[in-house]
């Protein structure tokens, strides 16, 4: 086939322990999973239908990659999540059979141009602006659930400059994974490929260049990004 363009290469992420890579398709993010960035958001934390936006599969940071500070925000947002890496494709998947879905897991950091997502929860806008710019995926190396198992808890944290600012648990998510995928293979067909970003516990904040960013979860080692002044191109 004869294109008018060079196609653009398939984004990849660290398989850990492995040589190959885990190819990127689309990602999918959950917001307002845990109760406690529920409440510091302002909003109620009881349970609900998950919130569900997504971000480009290019824009994924991996591991070790510096991020450059995005244009058009003042307040850049770091979110410790765990990230899910579907490896079986389904569609109306049963709750009970959702981990039969998943290659793995990895550490994530679901930045976010916070006073753009705010302006827009205000006006009732689309999230993209805030959520979907280049580079706003970090993560790490993927954990196959093959040897790993699937964490259902675990500490996860945030640090920045050393100093930390973010702690839960997964045992806290509002929906648990097997749960995220039933409710968003009920609106899209998951294939091999997507990652789903979990949600975040409290204690989100800004991000400056110049800060050393590093998110973890046990057993899925750690994500490490330092923010640099924006550039010509990123």
Same mark, same amino acid.
Request: glycine share 12%.
């Given at each position: 086939?004869?294109?008018?363009?060079?196609?653009? /290469?398939?984004?990849?992420?660290?398989?850990?322990?492995?040589? *190959?890579?885990?190819?990127?398709?689309?990602?999918?993010?959950?917001? @307002?999973?845990?109760?406690? $960035?529920?409440?510091?958001?302002?909003?109620?934390?009881?349970?609900?239908?998950?919130? @569900?936006?997504? %971000?480009?599969? #290019? *824009?994924?940071?991996?591991?070790?990659?510096?991020?450059?500070?995005?244009?058009?925000?003042?307040?850049? $947002?770091?979110?410790?999540?765990?990230?899910?890496?579907?490896?079986?494709?389904?569609?109306?998947?049963?709750? +009970?059979?959702?981990?039969?879905?998943?290659?793995?897991?990895?550490?994530?950091? /679901?930045?976010?141009?916070?006073?753009?997502?705010?302006?827009? %929860? #205000? %006006?009732?806008?689309?999230? /993209?602006? *805030?959520?979907? @710019? #280049? $580079? +706003?995926?970090?993560?790490?190396?993927?954990?196959?659930?093959?040897?790993?198992?699937?964490?259902?808890?675990?500490?996860?944290?945030?640090?920045?400059? #050393?100093?930390?600012?973010?702690?839960?648990?997964?045992? /806290?998510?509002?929906?648990?994974?097997?749960?995220?995928? +039933?409710?968003?293979?009920?609106? @899209?067909?998951?294939?091999?490929?997507?990652?789903?970003?979990?949600?975040?516990?409290?204690?989100?904040?800004?991000?400056?260049?110049?800060?050393?960013?590093? *998110?973890?979860?046990?057993?899925?080692?750690?994500?490490?990004?330092?923010?640099?002044?924006?550039?010509?191109?990123?």
């Amino acid at each position: 086939m004869t294109s008018y363009v060079l196609p653009a /290469d398939v984004p990849t992420v660290a398989v850990a322990g492995e040589a *190959a890579r885990f190819p990127v398709r689309r990602i999918y993010c959950v917001g @307002f999973n845990y109760a406690e $960035h529920n409440r510091e958001m302002g909003r109620d934390p009881l349970k609900e239908p998950p919130i @569900f936006f997504s %971000k480009p599969g #290019d *824009a994924v940071l991996a591991d070790g990659a510096d991020l450059p500070y995005p244009p058009r925000t003042t307040n850049l $947002h770091y979110e410790a999540e765990l990230v899910v890496a579907i490896g079986v494709a389904g569609r109306r998947i049963a709750a +009970a059979d959702a981990l039969g879905h998943v290659y793995g897991y990895a550490v994530g950091n /679901d930045y976010t141009r916070r006073d753009l997502q705010n302006v827009a %929860k #205000d %006006k009732g806008r689309p999230w /993209d602006t *805030a959520k979907g @710019f #280049d $580079h +706003a995926a970090g993560i790490g190396a993927i954990h196959a659930a093959a040897r790993i198992g699937h964490p259902r808890r675990g500490r996860i944290w945030l640090k920045v400059n #050393d100093s930390e600012r973010q702690h839960g648990d997964l045992a /806290d998510m509002i929906w648990d994974v097997p749960g995220i995928i +039933a409710e968003l293979s009920t609106y @899209f067909v998951l294939r091999p490929g997507d990652l789903i970003y979990t949600g975040t516990p409290a204690g989100v904040g800004p991000v400056v260049p110049g800060d050393l960013v590093v *998110a973890g979860i046990d057993g899925l080692g750690t994500l490490t990004n330092r923010v640099v002044a924006e550039t010509a191109l990123t």
